[in-house]
């Protein structure tokens, strides 16, 4: 846009949308044409915005990230500099975007600078070639920053379970089979993991949102998809215990995650478990979640036999009378009509394909 004369007025990471592993901006009312001599406006909202959350996820941890639930207008400069180590003061790009930057808001805050840039640019006048230069720094700075997702229980999931090969070819045919006579166009995989049952899910259905709530998951998910450049499946974080809530103004600004579905299918496969045995969660509960989540359920029962189950009962007690396979279809048929059931090869799972009951999709 500097090349042709123009500029963003802001610089909002909101204005920017994911297709596949693909980043497209849609705010294009944002473009203006640039005034000579004119400091970037949206200079401090994309610090806060990108670099800040980024340069933390990088250098502190990648859970810094849900900070931007509670500061939808990005992390503010002052809490990202005290929150960074000390060593990032010896980084050119964070030294002066982040640090210096927060030292200079600080100082104009409570005079009437504190409209101008933080660096008081606006008097001095801004070339189109320092313009450029501002943009290409804050480029190379987010370009030296990085994470390698490893180390988590999750993210190694794929490759470090109790499945045999028959077992798990078992179940992807089984789900691609449910899927098919749906004619579902999104389904919502929850606890999508790396993504394989979600690539199992595209096969037949045109998107798939994948949610996990690990961090490193959901990076390689994403990385995968990225350089393979698979559209239609778009990796995200989703603490299914605890999901994105409805935020901003009057609860209207973005919504919750129960208020963008129903999806018209959900796959929750090796899900229920971790949220009757390891949260405490009641089945019926669970099951009236789901009903609202989706159209169509494809879930997988993991009886207390398997040794995830057994895993997750080892240093506590067994207080879960109703996790039985007859609990389980009794507490969802509250919620569901059973379609159809098919046993996992070489286990005792059972995968189920649901329909969300009439009163429950319409709520």
């Not at 930057?101 to 005079?111: E, I, K, S, T, V």
């Not at 001095?124 to 370009?143: K, N, P, Q, T, Y």
Request: hydrophobic share 45%; aromatic share 8%.
């Amino acid at each position: 846009a500097l090349t042709r004369g123009f500029t963003l007025r802001d610089a909002s990471a909101y204005n920017v949308q994911f297709v596949g592993g693909r980043p497209l901006f849609i705010d294009t009312l944002s473009f203006e044409p640039r005034e000579e001599g004119a400091p970037w406006a949206g200079y401090r909202q994309f610090c806060e915005h990108f670099l800040v959350p980024l340069a933390l996820m990088s250098r502190v941890d990648v859970r810094v990230a849900s900070l931007l639930r509670s500061h939808l207008e990005g992390i503010p400069l002052d809490l990202g500099s005290r929150l960074l180590p000390r060593l990032t003061w010896l980084r050119p790009g964070l030294l002066f975007h982040v640090h210096l930057h927060a030292l200079m808001q600080r100082r104009y805050a409570a005079g009437a600078a504190g409209e101008a840039v933080a660096s008081g640019s606006s008097r001095r006048g801004v070339s189109a070639a320092a313009a450029a230069g501002l943009v290409g720094s804050l480029r190379s700075s987010i370009e030296g920053l990085d994470w390698k997702p490893a180390g988590t229980q999750w993210a190694d999931y794929t490759e470090d379970n109790n499945y045999s090969t028959s077992a798990a070819r078992s179940k992807r045919e089984s789900v691609v089979t449910f899927l098919q006579g749906l004619g579902a166009r999104t389904a919502w995989d929850l606890g999508a993991n790396t993504g394989e049952y979600s690539r199992a899910a595209r096969e037949v259905v045109p998107r798939v949102i994948a949610f996990d709530l690990d961090p490193a998951a959901v990076e390689r998910n994403y990385r995968r998809v990225k350089a393979e450049n698979q559209a239609g499946i778009l990796p995200l974080l989703l603490d299914l215990t605890n999901p994105s809530p409805a935020i901003g103004w009057a609860h209207q600004e973005r919504l919750s995650l129960e208020e963008r579905g129903p999806a018209d299918v959900l796959l929750a496969l090796a899900v229920v478990h971790h949220l009757a045995i390891g949260h405490n969660l009641p089945l019926d509960r669970v099951a009236g979640f789901l009903a609202r989540l989706g159209r169509n359920l494809i879930v997988e029962f993991v009886p207390k036999s398997d040794s995830q189950v057994r895993r997750l009962l080892r240093d506590r007690p067994d207080i879960f009378p109703d996790y039985t396979r007859e609990g389980f279809e009794s507490a969802f048929r509250s919620c569901f009509r059973i379609e159809r059931a098919a046993p996992v090869a070489d286990s005792e799972r059972t995968l189920y394909l649901m329909t969300a009951l009439p009163w429950q999709a319409a709520a």
